[in-house]
Structures are given as C-alpha cells and as structure tokens.
C-alpha cells in the first residue's frame, strides 16, 4: 500500500472533515474567552483534535457492520476490508492517549475532563441510541456544544460565566437541524441499514416544517448572543442579524409543497454556511474593536 493511500486511509478513519470543524469551534471559544489568538491555543486545539479524531475511529469501529449496508458508507477503510478493526482500535488508542496527555499538560485537567466527556457521550451514549430512536440527534447534539467550551477554558474562562453556557447552547442547536438535514438527505440509505429514521414517520413537507422551525431557533438564539457580552461591536450585530435574515429567508423555501432532495441539500449547505459566518464575524469582533 502506498504512503499516499494510507494517508487517505487515515484522514477518512478520522473524518477529517468533521473533526476540523471540532477544532475551529474550539478556537472560537478560546478566541472569545482571551479576546486574542496566539499561540497558547495551539496544543490544546490539536489535544482535541487527536481525541475528536480517536472518537471518529472508534466510531468506524462501532459502525462497520451497518456502514457495510450502506451505499454512501461500504467503501470505508472497515467495511471495504483495507484496514482491520484490531488496527483501527490500536489507531484510536494511540491517538486518545496522546490527546489526553496533550489536553491535561496545555489546557489543565477541567480541560480534559470536557474532552472525555464528549469521547463518552459521542461512542457510548450517542452511537449506541442511533439504533434505537430517530431522535438521538437531541442528545447527541451536545458532542456539538463541548469544543467550545474547552477552548473558552484553554483560554482562561470560567466555566461558570453564562456568555460559554449560551455559546455552547447555540451550536448544540444548531446540530440539530444540521444532522436532521443529513439524515433526510441519505434517508434511504440509513432506512437500509436498518436505522430508524424521521423519514419513516414523518412525511417530507412534515420534516420541511419542522426543519424550518429547528432553523429558525437557531437564527434566534444566535441573535441572542450579543445580550450575554460575546458580541460587543454595533457593525458585528447588524452583520449577525444580516446573515440571520439571509438563512431565514431561504429557509422559507422548505414550507414549499412537494420538496425533494434537492432543498434539503440547499438547507445543509445554507445552515453550514450560516454557523460558519457567525463564527467568523464574532471572531473579528473580539479580535478587533469595531464600534
């Protein structure tokens, strides 16, 4: 097997993609506890992206057998056969060690307790509860609402200040129609595997409207963020309420009758790139004082 393939390999059994994003959400908490960023958030940023990426393999682990039955899923490195689950574990075990260690040495102990705590609630409550009730996403959207509140602590906030308590609760929301929207996206597929799934008891305009209420909370509590102190800058508030404005309105579109596949692709896309605005403009707005 070449270096290039193992790599890939690699990256894939880690979900790069998703465990990246983990780390961005982790700077922004440090970002808006320490109003800075240097190089104090380096090493704990990539303690949790080695946890977040032992939990992504462990989780391939746990998933082989229905990733197997899944189109979107059986050419993954455990299915397809190119790595085996003893090898995979031994992966996962190396890389949650070194996280640990790296969290605990640069962000301290509350840091690492965080991060064990979204390690727990990801593999063993969250994996598990998929096979039992299409709304295991409520639960399990709390993996979505920890890496900010250990870069808010790696950053010298407190746990107990309501501004990362609200930050937190935001991107928890947010999960949720982000997944749902996946999930509506590769219904089949799950359906297939054996999964239950919203599909199944809700029809696609039910799960439109719904969707869009799910959307519109989140637009919501996101405009809530400058009244607890993490938005200080008027252009950033408008900025905020712009971007909110934007996503409602193409939300509207999923109270249409007879949606298809293709709105609900537009909605993740659209609430993707919502989260990650909003990110980017109160990160601008606690790195630089804009009144």
Same mark, same amino acid.
């Given at each position: 097997? $070449?270096i290039?393939?193992?790599?890939? &390999? #690699?990256? $894939?059994?880690t979900?790069i993609?998703i %465990?990246?994003f983990v780390?961005l959400?982790?700077v922004?908490?440090?970002?808006v506890?320490?109003?800075s960023i240097? $190089?104090?958030? +380096?090493?704990?940023?990539?303690?949790?992206?080695?946890?977040?990426?032992?939990?992504? +393999?462990i989780?391939h682990?746990? $998933?082989?057998?229905? *990733?197997?039955?899944?189109?979107?899923t059986k050419?993954?490195?455990?299915?397809?056969?190119?790595v085996?689950?003893?090898?995979a574990?031994?992966?996962?075990?190396?890389?949650?060690?070194?996280?640990? &260690? =790296?969290?605990s040495? %640069?962000?301290g102990?509350v840091?690492?307790g #965080?991060g064990?705590?979204?390690?727990i609630? @990801?593999? +063993?409550? @969250?994996t598990p =509860?998929?096979?039992?009730?299409a709304f295991a996403?409520i639960?399990?959207?709390?993996v979505?609402?920890?890496p900010p509140?250990?870069?808010?602590v790696a950053g010298?906030?407190?746990l107990?200040d309501p501004?990362?308590a /609200?930050?937190?609760f935001? /991107?928890?929301?947010?999960?949720?129609p982000?997944f749902? !929207?996946?999930? /509506?996206?590769?219904g089949? *597929?799950?359906e297939k595997?054996g999964?239950?799934?919203?599909?199944?008891?809700?029809?696609?305009?039910q799960?439109?409207?719904i969707?869009f209420?799910w959307i519109l909370?989140? &637009?919501?509590?996101? =405009?809530?963020?400058?009244?607890?102190?993490? +938005?200080?800058?008027?252009?950033i508030?408008?900025g !905020?309420l !712009?971007v909110?404005?934007?996503?409602?309105?193409?939300?509207?579109? =999923?109270?249409r009758?007879n949606l298809e596949?293709?709105?609900?692709? #537009?909605?993740? @896309?659209n609430i993707?790139?919502?989260v990650i605005l909003?990110?980017?403009?109160?990160? !601008?707005?606690?790195?630089?004082?804009? @009144?």
């Open positions: 097997m $070449e290039k393939e193992k790599i890939n &390999i #690699l990256l $894939e059994l979900k993609r %465990t990246s780390t959400t982790t922004f908490g440090f970002i506890a320490s109003n240097n $190089e104090k958030i +380096v090493l704990p940023t990539l303690g949790v992206l080695l946890l977040a990426c032992g939990a992504a +393999v989780n682990i746990q $998933e082989r057998k229905t *990733d197997a039955l899944m189109d979107r050419n993954r490195p455990l299915p397809s056969g190119k085996k689950p003893i090898t574990f031994y992966i996962a075990l190396v890389l949650l060690i070194l996280g640990s &260690i =790296l969290l040495l %640069t962000a102990f840091a690492l #965080l064990l705590l979204n390690l609630w @990801y593999n +063993v409550i @969250y =509860l998929k096979k039992k009730t996403i639960p399990g959207s709390l979505g609402a920890i509140a250990i870069g808010w010298g906030g407190s107990s501004s990362i /609200f930050i937190s935001f /991107f928890f929301i947010w999960q949720i982000h749902w !929207l996946l999930l /509506f996206i590769f089949k *597929d799950y595997a999964f239950p799934t919203l599909t199944k008891i809700f029809n696609f305009n799960l439109g409207r969707t209420i909370t989140t &637009i919501i509590i996101g =405009l809530f963020l400058p009244i607890f102190g993490v +938005v200080k800058s008027s252009y508030s408008i !905020l !712009l909110g404005f934007w996503l409602a309105l193409n939300a509207f579109k =999923l109270l009758p596949n293709k709105q609900f692709k #537009l909605a993740f @896309y993707n790139t919502f909003f990110i980017f403009l109160i990160s !601008l707005d606690n790195l630089f004082i804009l @009144y």
